[in-house]
């Protein structure tokens, strides 16, 4: 398996590969919308990358505030533990290189704390939220699963692919950020929690309503893409 699919780092995922099959043409619109296209050829418009980064802050915020539920939501200590854990990389590290990243696209932290979220924004953070709210902890990771592994699933295809541009790309650093060894063990990682869930909590007979789930999840993040790239036209 070529080291440029997310398959590479997931062999014995099982849950994962059945929810993102499942959906295959919601999928496809979000890992090959049009702002993906734009980030892997260098055409992107600055000012639709840098509405998606201040967006993507409040973004990351809110799920900080879904990692605090899953460690509510958690039956186990280790459950716990990896809630925490989770919600310590957002808040102590990601949040943090995040902001650094953003200065070079101007943009402060005190600018990204007072933007207003948009609708696209907030219709996909509170789904996620509501969703761990109303179910327990798979549905919660289910809801999160779009996010957390499909980034690593984009990264690790537009890094492999020979049609990105490299030289001269000014959001080189994003793919490789996401296709980099730290972010595709997260990937991993959640994959990994998402199949001891599944196992845990009833197996197959909650396949389709995962599924559903997963889809909406996914057709949110569509939006949360086409958000940024409707900056342009503002």
């Not at 798979?138 to 499909?150: E, N, Q, S, T, W």
């Not at 063990?185 to 929690?193: G, L, T």
């Amino acid at each position: 398996m070529a080291p440029g699919s997310l398959s590479y780092y997931l062999p014995d995922s099982q849950l994962y590969p059945q929810l993102r099959d499942s959906i295959a043409d919601t999928w496809r619109a979000y890992t090959a919308h049009p702002f993906v296209a734009q980030l892997a050829d260098g055409t992107l418009p600055e000012v639709c990358f840098r509405h998606y980064l201040g967006q993507d802050y409040l973004f990351l915020i809110q799920f900080a505030r879904a990692y605090a539920l899953a460690a509510y939501k958690a039956e186990s200590l280790a459950d716990i533990r990896a809630a925490a854990a989770g919600m310590s990389a957002i808040i102590d590290t990601e949040l943090r290189l995040h902001v650094d990243y953003c200065t070079g696209w101007g943009l402060s932290q005190d600018d990204m704390e007072s933007l207003p979220e948009t609708s696209a924004t907030m219709a996909y953070t509170r789904y996620v939220l509501e969703k761990g709210l109303q179910g327990d902890l798979l549905d919660l990771y289910v809801a999160l699963a779009p996010c957390v592994i499909g980034y690593g699933e984009i990264g690790a295809r537009l890094a492999g692919d020979p049609e990105t541009k490299r030289e001269g790309n000014p959001y080189a650093s994003w793919i490789a950020m996401y296709s980099g060894d730290d972010y595709q063990k997260v990937a991993a990682a959640h994959a990994e929690a998402l199949d001891r869930l599944w196992q845990e909590r009833a197996g197959r007979a909650r396949l389709s309503q995962l599924i559903r789930t997963f889809d909406q999840a996914t057709r949110l993040e569509v939006d949360f893409w086409q958000m940024g790239l409707d900056a342009e036209a503002k």
